[in-house]
């Protein structure tokens, strides 16, 4: 009933099919009702991460030309600053909470634009059969290392077939077609403007009438007081939530004994950690591997297996692993991903030449992560070509930091990698100062610079270093593998100064 009147508000704001909504918000109970509004009434969702900085935002809007903006009461000083700088008047801009908000600054609740229950009952949705393949359903945005993130075009048609194949895995002795009833209870804290949150706690649980319970932000107390509260059966969760669970003593004070399975994705986990957690917990962990451009899953483990691989290719995927000079490479030897699967995506959202960079003509979708495979079928996950950093799951670009940091007046070049520390990645910078700043700038001036512009999963908590050169190629390309050298040796000295304690306090 809501997502239809959502999507007669669209109708009557002149937003058309095929048109970006924008929602800028925390998780929420409303957001997956906004999820099957817009995209059931054929208009595109999209979302940005709540902590983005202004000028993330603008770029955002400008990139997906949304047409309406769903912002939460807490952004929206930010979303008016950066609406009028990307063109977006300020009438298709709405307060989306779960409850009621009264008028800031011309900028009305979200309910105000709502069809009414009488005549949500009487809209139908539109059937699409091969028009799916091409109908735009979603753009989210996926950081490149080419510098900002790009929004990555799913089809309904690519939203479809990764429900249909997660679900034959994860769920293969139920009888979904004939309406078997699987009880499951979720706990949704995964972040909505992520992939991995719509695809599970969006389309999953609502296609298999699952109960949902909704984190409006991550806090660890709560979540484990929610699972015993709510007798939670199963977790979606990232690496850095386990190793909160096997660490921090506060899990000990909850009864948990009701999880009965946890998935986890996103960001690579340890087999060590999977077996510590399987073990504490007595429950089964199975891990997936995927990316935006996938939908969201492209390999799977079915069952628990504490090797070291992500799992199987998903059902009607079809996978080859590609070395640097092209040719394809058989078991057991590295090679890049590239997939051909009716997930792939529809390509970047007017973004042509990187569309042509990562999709093949004849529709294989080169991922950039290395893998070996072995002859089960099983993959494991080795490396990343892309230079991409992961911090909580969540994808950091060094290009975008080092763009930002070549605006400092003080920044003669620089360059970004990423640093484990206590089994966490972070970005830290290694700066090249003009010769006038050497001896005035220190690092926390290079840290604030960050700070002050971008996401807080952006910032440089793995420290900067000032070196006489950034160390490039002859064609002036970065020398990323230099980079990871130095990071590497560079752990105990970032460690030691930044203690446990210190380094937990910045996440």
């Given at each position: 009933?809501?997502?239809k009147?959502?999507?007669?508000?669209?109708?009557r704001?002149g937003?058309?099919p095929?048109?970006i909504?924008?929602?800028y918000?925390?998780?929420h109970?409303?957001?997956p009702?906004?999820?099957?509004?817009?995209?059931?009434n054929?208009?595109?969702?999209s979302?940005?991460?709540?902590?983005?900085?202004?000028?993330?935002?603008v770029?955002?809007?400008?990139d997906?030309?949304?047409?309406?903006?769903?912002?939460?009461p807490?952004?929206v000083?930010?979303?008016?600053l950066?609406?009028?700088?990307?063109?977006?008047?300020?009438?298709?801009?709405?307060q989306?909470?779960?409850?009621?908000?009264?008028d800031?600054?011309?900028i009305?609740?979200?309910?105000?634009?709502?069809g009414?229950p009488?005549?949500?009952?009487?809209l139908?949705?539109k059937?699409?059969?091969?028009?799916?393949?091409?109908?735009?359903?979603?753009?989210?945005?996926?950081?490149?290392t080419?510098?900002l993130?790009?929004?990555v075009?799913?089809?309904?048609?690519n939203?479809i077939?990764?429900?249909?194949?997660?679900?034959t895995c994860l769920?293969?002795?139920?009888?979904i077609?004939?309406?078997?009833?699987?009880q499951?209870r979720?706990?949704?804290?995964?972040p909505?403007?992520?992939?991995?949150?719509?695809?599970?706690?969006?389309?999953?649980a609502?296609?298999?009438?699952?109960?949902?319970?909704?984190?409006?932000?991550f806090?660890?107390?709560?979540?484990?007081?929610?699972?015993q509260d709510?007798?939670?059966s199963h977790?979606?969760?990232v690496?850095p939530?386990?190793v909160?669970?096997?660490?921090?003593?506060?899990t000990?004070q909850y009864?948990?004994k009701?999880?009965?399975n946890?998935?986890?994705?996103?960001?690579?986990l340890?087999?060590?950690?999977?077996?510590?957690?399987?073990?504490?917990?007595?429950?089964?962990?199975?891990?997936?591997?995927?990316?935006?451009?996938?939908?969201c899953?492209g390999?799977?483990?079915?069952?628990?297996?504490d090797?070291?691989?992500?799992?199987k290719?998903?059902?009607?995927?079809?996978c080859?692993?590609?070395?640097?000079?092209?040719?394809?490479v058989g078991?057991?030897?590295?090679?890049?991903i590239y997939?051909?699967?009716?997930?792939?995506?529809?390509?970047?959202f007017?973004?042509?030449q990187?569309?042509?960079?990562?999709?093949?003509?004849d529709?294989?979708?080169r991922?950039?992560?290395?893998?070996?495979?072995?002859?089960?079928?099983?993959?494991?996950?080795?490396d990343?070509k892309?230079?991409l950093i992961?911090?909580?799951?969540l994808?950091?670009?060094?290009?975008?930091l080092?763009?930002?940091?070549?605006?400092?007046?003080?920044?003669e070049?620089?360059?970004?990698?990423?640093?484990?520390?206590?089994?966490?990645?972070?970005?830290r910078?290694?700066?090249?100062?003009?010769?006038q700043a050497?001896?005035?700038?220190i690092a926390k001036?290079?840290?604030n610079?960050?700070?002050?512009?971008?996401?807080?999963?952006?910032h440089?908590?793995?420290?900067?270093?000032?070196?006489d050169?950034?160390?490039?190629?002859a064609?002036?390309?970065?020398?990323r593998?230099?980079?990871r050298?130095?990071?590497?040796r560079?752990?105990p000295?970032?460690?030691?100064?930044?203690d446990?304690?210190?380094?937990?306090?910045k996440?």
């Amino acid at each position: 009933m809501w997502a239809k009147r959502l999507g007669i508000g669209l109708n009557r704001l002149g937003v058309q099919p095929g048109e970006i909504v924008l929602i800028y918000t925390p998780n929420h109970i409303f957001v997956p009702v906004a999820y099957i509004g817009i995209v059931g009434n054929t208009r595109a969702f999209s979302a940005i991460n709540p902590v983005s900085t202004v000028n993330e935002v603008v770029h955002q809007l400008k990139d997906s030309q949304a047409k309406a903006l769903l912002v939460h009461p807490n952004m929206v000083k930010n979303a008016i600053l950066a609406a009028e700088e990307a063109g977006l008047p300020k009438y298709r801009i709405f307060q989306f909470n779960d409850e009621y908000c009264e008028d800031f600054d011309g900028i009305r609740d979200w309910t105000a634009m709502l069809g009414s229950p009488q005549e949500a009952m009487s809209l139908q949705w539109k059937k699409l059969d091969t028009e799916s393949t091409t109908t735009l359903a979603t753009v989210n945005y996926s950081s490149g290392t080419t510098g900002l993130p790009k929004g990555v075009r799913i089809s309904h048609f690519n939203l479809i077939a990764n429900v249909v194949q997660i679900m034959t895995c994860l769920w293969p002795h139920a009888d979904i077609a004939r309406g078997q009833v699987v009880q499951e209870r979720w706990l949704g804290f995964v972040p909505f403007y992520h992939a991995y949150g719509q695809m599970f706690t969006t389309l999953i649980a609502l296609k298999l009438n699952f109960t949902v319970y909704i984190m409006k932000q991550f806090v660890f107390s709560d979540y484990l007081q929610h699972i015993q509260d709510y007798k939670i059966s199963h977790l979606q969760v990232v690496p850095p939530i386990l190793v909160m669970m096997i660490k921090r003593p506060e899990t000990a004070q909850y009864n948990l004994k009701s999880v009965q399975n946890i998935f986890c994705a996103a960001a690579p986990l340890s087999s060590k950690l999977q077996s510590l957690v399987a073990q504490k917990f007595k429950v089964d962990i199975i891990q997936g591997w995927g990316m935006t451009e996938l939908t969201c899953g492209g390999i799977l483990q079915q069952e628990r297996d504490d090797t070291e691989t992500v799992g199987k290719l998903l059902p009607n995927h079809e996978c080859k692993l590609v070395d640097d000079e092209g040719n394809e490479v058989g078991y057991d030897t590295p090679g890049e991903i590239y997939i051909r699967a009716p997930n792939v995506c529809m390509g970047y959202f007017n973004n042509k030449q990187a569309t042509n960079d990562t999709i093949t003509e004849d529709g294989w979708l080169r991922t950039g992560d290395i893998a070996i495979v072995d002859k089960r079928g099983c993959f494991q996950i080795v490396d990343r070509k892309k230079e991409l950093i992961k911090v909580n799951a969540l994808q950091v670009a060094p290009a975008e930091l080092e763009a930002t940091l070549l605006e400092h007046e003080d920044v003669e070049d620089a360059a970004v990698t990423g640093i484990k520390l206590l089994d966490e990645e972070w970005p830290r910078a290694y700066v090249q100062l003009r010769d006038q700043a050497k001896g005035r700038v220190i690092a926390k001036d290079i840290q604030n610079w960050i700070a002050a512009r971008k996401a807080k999963h952006k910032h440089l908590v793995g420290g900067v270093m000032f070196v006489d050169e950034v160390p490039k190629l002859a064609s002036g390309k970065i020398q990323r593998k230099v980079l990871r050298e130095w990071a590497k040796r560079d752990i105990p000295v970032v460690e030691k100064e930044l203690d446990g304690k210190k380094l937990r306090a910045k996440l």
